[in-house]
């Protein structure tokens, strides 16, 4: 929840490739305080089977930067696994993008929804509302 002083984020992940809600990836959350700031780890969780993450930390006050960690290769490392039992096998690895790094800017009071389209081969993302 933002507050006038501090803004607050949450996001949802998609699966394109099947469309669904991507559950189960880990995110990390951190934060910093101007461009040359260091970034401080504020903690995470990981999705739920909507594809939400609904009690990401808070932010700190004077945050002016964020930084979404998403841990997509052992999604679609599982995704794959159950996959095999259907079809030959496609590829050799988990993903090509084995992880997810969004950084963006934040001013206070607001609320920052960032969605993260996700595929094996590619992804996407924006703010949402």
Not at 21 to 32: D, K, N, Q, T, Y
């Amino acid at each position: 929840m933002s507050t006038d002083t501090t803004a607050s984020v949450s996001t949802h992940i998609l699966d394109t490739s099947i469309g669904r809600p991507a559950e189960g990836v880990a995110i990390a959350l951190s934060a910093r305080t101007g461009l040359d700031g260091a970034w401080t780890a504020l903690g995470g969780s990981a999705t739920d089977a909507d594809g939400r993450c609904k009690d990401l930390p808070a932010l700190p006050e004077g945050t002016t930067h964020v930084r979404l960690d998403f841990e997509t290769e052992t999604y679609f490392s599982k995704k794959q696994a159950e996959a095999q039992q259907d079809a030959p096998r496609v590829r050799d690895s988990g993903a090509f993008f084995p992880e997810v790094t969004i950084t963006f800017s934040v001013n206070p009071g607001e609320h920052y929804h960032v969605p993260l389209l996700l595929n094996p081969f590619g992804y996407s993302v924006y703010r949402g509302s």
